[in-house]
């Protein structure tokens, strides 16, 4: 009976074996695939399971005990945040840096660049929220920056995530402030530059450098610091430069 028992809690570790689970903050959806696919080239017995959301929310859920192996944040405060409180087997180390745009699905101006939001037509713009979501502060910023933040505040229709606001920008508000990377996605070619996004100028907002920590869970899982070693690889670089994300 207890070899039958043995064999079968060998048999389960051998099915989890080799599963990481990793936090990625949404404006990386677009590019996972991607990279897992190239990960897994040279590491395929390892799976990696992703939950995609916020970084403010994961950073809730790491303190709260929340199963990953790794944190993909969408800028270094929340990354940080956990090494502080002793929950991170290494140090934030920025993987990529994001840039921010603005998107519509409608027919507008897009010469007056980022002060399109004060045109009289515009009556709701997407953004993720600035309290979870670093792409959504970044968006503050930068209207805050021009001073015109007071003038559109009351038009803001808030999004979980910055993937969620790219969902809202196209399906319920005129425009919407979105991640740069998310317009590399083959569902997004449809929109093209000048006519539905621009570029918000990047010295307008803080740069969003991209942080990335192993947490404290992990630090004997050899697989998880495979992957880890990966995203902060050359060819982890290139996709993410194909997806518009700079690299420093």
């Known amino acids: 009976m207890k070899k039958i028992i043995l064999s079968l809690v060998l048999l389960c570790s051998s099915i989890f074996a080799g599963t990481i689970n990793v936090a990625v903050a949404a404006n990386v959806s677009y590019a996972i695939n991607d990279l897992i696919k190239e990960f897994n080239k040279t590491n395929p017995d390892t799976k990696v399971e992703v939950v995609l959301g916020s970084s403010g929310k994961f950073t809730t859920q790491i303190q709260n005990g929340g199963p990953f192996d790794i944190f993909m944040s969408a800028d270094m405060k929340f990354p940080q945040t956990l090494e502080k409180e002793n929950l991170t087997a290494t140090k934030p180390v920025i993987y990529a840096q994001g840039s921010l745009a603005m998107l519509s699905a409608k027919s507008f101006d897009f010469s007056k660049g980022i002060n399109l939001v004060t045109d009289s037509n ?42 969620q606001a790219v969902t809202y920008t196209i399906t319920a508000a005129d425009i919407g402030f979105i991640a740069k990377s998310s317009l590399y996605d083959e569902n997004m070619k449809q ?6 996004w621009v570029s918000i100028d990047p010295k307008l907002y803080t740069p969003i450098d991209q942080g990335i920590v192993l947490l404290k869970r992990a630090e004997n899982n050899t697989e998880a610091k495979a992957f880890y070693d990966f995203i902060l690889s050359d060819n982890a670089k290139d996709i993410f430069k194909k997806f518009g994300y700079l690299i420093k």
Not at 156 to 161: C, D, I, L, P, Q
Not at 191 to 196: G, L, V
């Open 191 to 196: 929109y093209k530059e000048n006519i539905n």
């Open 122 to 163: 515009i009556n709701k713009i997407a953004i993720a929220n600035p309290k979870t979501a670093p792409y959504g502060t970044a968006a503050q910023e930068a209207l805050k920056n021009l001073n015109i933040l007071d003038e559109v505040e009351s038009k803001f229709v808030y999004a979980e995530s910055i993937s």
